[in-house]
């Protein structure tokens, strides 16, 4: 198999910083050296400086392509392979070629020559980069049509940084060496400004400083390097979830504030089995205090938890950690040397650990919740009483017979030994260790010599006692367990039904969000649920659904308003309120929150659909334009030439009268075509929805009698009273609309009978009625004419291909209206275009805009 080549990328953050130039020098060194190396593709823009460092290099003949009239330049890929140079230099790795080349995008082009084994030398601009298009747009306003996915660019090779000062940018383009003089004053004030420049740049460096360090991570990975490189400073702060977990990130936010670049990433390590799990609630808490000081948050899962931190920590490559002191009293160290301690010992010398003070030294971290705390509350009590007053009792009815030691004593441990293990098979462990003990105390005191005393004088009798509280011990660890196995067994059982639940909605597909949400709410027995959606700009979170149950439930805005809160994707997060969920539910809430985003998705697919059918309805359309075009176009234009070799033919003398006549005829042609056309393309801006209107206030006075211009005169009574009020709408598409509808009532009209126009007002709505005295259009069709490409009967009557009442409905309701179609009273049919009246506040902009436009010394 053949080699592929090697790409090698020149970034730059904005034209003219020197990319092209810095490639070109690349070229005339590697070539001094003996490479075969020709120019495939260099676009030098005019610079002189760039055009000299092409001379002394091959360069390949660019292939031509006409289109549309006019002759573009490509790269000759076909050329190049033919050529099979070793290295060939490609400009401007983001451009689109001209339709009709080879490919649709430079870079894939370059993915040919990378394929046939050829070295590609390139440049792009980080304004390029697919990912960062909605970014560079909100800094310059510029919305960039040429892009480069991000994954061609991150397997390049090798990157280098083309970087320039913003002031010596400028300055190059000040002097003439970037763009021509005409433009440059342009630049300067628009694109070019120093902080567009200053974050284009900042952008560029950060993107070239992840890329390197991606490299670096590889290069370790490849290479099973552990230890800790310090090429940048990472700290790793260690959470427990206490209250301590502020004082550790603002300290550690300090220590990165010294260093610049450094990264901040907040860890908490819980265990698997999550019995220890902190509060959700303070997890967001420290989750929000580490991003607004620039840092991240991480969750792991460990049963080691120094083991978890320092694997985390050396697998990002960080060089400190810090911890807070320990929490644990002095007696708790009996158990191990703490966390801290551990992991500064198993460090080693290439991370170090800060060990910081704060508030809640040596004050208790507080017991785990109990493994076996499974038997409900009453239950527990009921255990403890027995384990306490049951062996108190019976030892007083006991010891009432005789005082002396004797075989009964087996008796007696038999007795005692039915309390505890009655006192466990009801509490649980704890209550039946409790009776265990307090039994083997009161055989010691009432029923062994010397009696009354502790101390037992028979070792018959030790044994009788420590085989007693043994068998206790058992007995009660036996019932425990056994206990906690039925509830984990019912717990199970329950999971696995709402599971199957959840798992049968998705197959059926009928579940809605609202009655996930619904579902889950109930499940888990909390008052609100509510599926959050974070924006990918500006990063707040809205609420897309929320169910609760009583109406003053409290909002749920953020994560931070939730007792507990799962991700849905990237963007989305299923948060709860109620009461905090313990750590064993998380998995089912989980599975619910799997489920909302399938729903998304679903959602998101099912726009998708519509978006595609919508599509697939423009080309239908644009199947029927092209159809209608072929016969509606052909006819004025076959009118116009007609009339056009008419005049000028020699063998014909044309009377003046006919001359007049042929060029009246060109003259409808022509109007025919402006006409047909126009539809066209306002159809075309309807289907592709780029129609955006400008809403303001206008006088139907002035903009409706210029809409009249294409009908005959005479053909057309206008009523439109003083009184009218303003109507909001864009005057253009207005113009347009009405023009359509008069023309088209015209065309229906029979002849003598004008078509009336009048408008009215009728509540916060202002009325155009363009009333014909034609045939009319029965009710069934009333809709169907609005389609595109529909003439009433299908029969044309005149010329036109059937768009105008589209586009005018169209328009219509782009500018917040409507069109309709009624009966006219008498016979024919009735157009009512109906607006919005425009707002004070527009009507005082709009009077206000006029006084200024007339007032003396305005310009125009």
Same mark, same amino acid.
């Given at each position: ?124 601009? $980080? ?36 970087? &320039? ?44 400083? /992840? ?31 206490? *209250? ?10 300090? #220590? ?8 901040? #990433? ?22 929000? %205090? ?61 991370? !170090? ?5 704060? /508030? ?36 007083? %009815? ?8 004797? *075989? ?32 083997? @105390? ?73 009655? @996930? ?8 027995? &909390? ?35 939730? !007792?507990?809160?799962? *991700? ?7 948060? #709860?309120?109620? +009461? ?21 998705? +679903?959602?998101? @697919? ?33 009118? $116009? ?58 006088? %139907? ?28 709408? !864009? ?33 916060? +709505? ?14 069934? !069709? ?5 389609? *595109? ?72």
């Amino acid at each position: 198999m053949a080699r592929r080549g090697r790409l090698r990328i020149y970034l730059g953050a904005a034209p003219g910083v020197g990319k092209t130039y810095a490639m070109l020098s690349e070229a005339h060194r590697r070539a001094e050296r003996g490479t075969d190396i020709v120019v495939a593709l260099v676009e030098h823009h005019e610079r002189p400086r760039t055009q000299v460092l092409l001379h002394g290099l091959e360069q390949v003949p660019r292939r031509q392509i006409v289109y549309r009239g006019s002759t573009f330049t490509e790269m000759d890929t076909d050329a190049v392979l033919r050529r099979r140079p070793t290295v060939a230099l490609v400009d401007e790795l983001a451009h689109t070629n001209v339709p009709g080349s080879r490919n649709e995008k430079r870079w894939q082009d370059i993915d040919e020559l990378l394929d046939a084994g050829i070295d590609v030398i390139s440049t792009v601009n $980080i304004q390029h980069l697919e990912s960062l298009g909605d970014v560079v747009e909100s800094i310059t306003g510029v919305r960039q049509r040429e892009t480069v996915p991000d994954e061609v660019v991150r397997r390049a090779d090798q990157f280098e940084l083309v970087d &320039m000062a913003p002031e010596a940018l400028r300055r190059r383009m000040a002097h003439g060496n970037i763009y021509a003089p005409d433009k440059v004053d342009a630049a300067l004030s628009h694109y070019f400004r120093p902080g567009n420049l200053t974050a284009l740049r900042e952008l560029a460096l950060l993107w070239t400083a /992840d890329r390197v360090d991606a490299y670096l991570r590889r290069y370790r990975d490849e290479h099973g390097i552990r230890s800790t490189w310090h090429a940048r400073e990472r700290i790793v702060v260690g959470l427990t979830g206490g *209250p301590e977990g502020s004082t550790l990130i603002r300290r550690a936010a300090r #220590m990165a504030a010294k260093s610049s670049g450094a990264e901040i #990433m907040a860890v908490y390590v819980s265990r698997s089995d999550g019995l220890t799990s902190a509060s959700p609630r303070r997890l967001a808490d420290l989750r929000r %205090l580490v991003e607004q000081l620039g840092g991240t948050f991480h969750h792991v899962i460990g049963d080691d938890i120094p083991g978890a931190l320092l694997d985390f920590a050396r697998g990002v490559n960080a060089n400190q950690i810090v911890l807070g002191s320990s929490r644990r009293k002095t007696w708790q160290y009996v158990f191990g040397p703490g966390v801290g301690a551990t992991v500064a010992r198993e460090s080693g010398s290439d991370i !170090d650990v800060h060990i910081v003070t704060h /508030d809640e030294v040596a004050k208790g971290r507080g017991l785990p919740v109990a493994r076996g705390a499974r038997l409900g509350r009453s239950r527990t009590l009921t255990g403890w009483i027995i384990g306490l007053a049951g062996p108190l009792l019976l030892a007083a %009815l006991l010891s009432t017979g005789s005082p002396a030691p004797g *075989p009964e004593f087996a008796s007696d441990v038999l007795l005692f030994l039915s309390v505890t293990v009655l006192a466990a098979l009801v509490g649980g462990l704890y209550p039946g260790l409790a009776s265990a003990t307090l039994g083997s @105390l009161l055989l010691n005191y009432y029923f062994t010599d010397p009696l009354h005393r502790w101390a037992i004088a028979e070792r018959h009798l030790i044994v009788a006692i420590v085989v007693y509280f043994a068998i206790a011990v058992a007995v009660a660890t036996v019932v425990d367990r056994s206990a906690r196995r039925t509830q984990q067994a019912a717990r199970l059982r329950a999971e696995s039904e709402t599971l199957t639940l959840l798992a049968g909605s998705v197959l059926r597909g009928d579940d809605t969000l609202g009655a @996930l949400l619904e579902r889950a709410r109930e499940t888990f027995g &909390m008052e609100t649920a509510a599926l959050l959606e974070r924006d990918r700009e500006d990063h707040r979170w809205s609420c897309v659904a929320r169910v609760s149950v009583s109406g003053d439930a409290g909002p749920l805005r953020t994560p931070d308003d939730a !007792d507990v809160d799962v *991700p849905v994707g990237d963007h989305a997060m299923l948060a #709860m309120s109620g +009461r905090v969920l313990p750590a064993e539910d998380r998995r089912v809430l989980g599975a619910f929150a799997a489920h909302a985003a399938a729903i998304v998705d +679903r959602e998101r @697919l099912k726009d998708e659909a519509e978006r595609a059918h919508k599509l697939a309805e423009g080309n239908r359309i644009r199947t029927a334009l092209l159809a209608a075009v072929s016969h509606d176009l052909r006819t004025p234009l076959a009118a $116009i030439k007609a009339s056009v070799s008419s005049l000028r033919s020699d063998d014909v003398a044309w009377s003046e009268e006919d001359e007049a006549g042929l060029l009246e005829s060109i003259e409808e042609g022509a109007d025919r075509l402006d006409q047909l056309v126009g539809n066209l393309l306002d159809m075309s801006r309807l289907q592709t929805g780029t129609v955006e209107p400008l809403i303001r206030e206008i006088d %139907l006075d002035e903009v409706v009698p210029r809409a009249l211009g294409g009908v005959p005169e005479g053909s057309v009574v206008l009523d439109i009273p003083e009184s009218l009020p303003f109507a909001a709408a !864009d005057p253009g598409l207005l113009e347009r609309s009405v023009a359509n509808i008069v023309e088209n009532a015209v065309k229906y009209s029979p002849p003598g009978l004008p078509v009336l126009v009048r408008a009215s007002a009728l509540g916060g +709505r202002v009325e155009l009625r363009v009333v014909d005295r034609g045939r009319g259009v029965p009710d069934s !069709d009333k809709d169907r004419i609005f389609e *595109p490409f529909q003439r009433h009967g299908d029969t044309p009557q005149g010329n036109g291909v059937g768009l105008g009442l589209a586009v005018a409905r169209g328009f219509a309701e782009a500018m917040g209206g409507t069109l309709d179609a009624e009966d006219t009273p008498g016979g024919g049919m009735t157009m009512v275009l109906t607006l919005p009246v425009a707002t004070p506040a527009a009507a005082h902009r709009e009077r206000e805009e006029r006084k200024a436009a007339h007032a003396p010394g305005a310009r125009g």
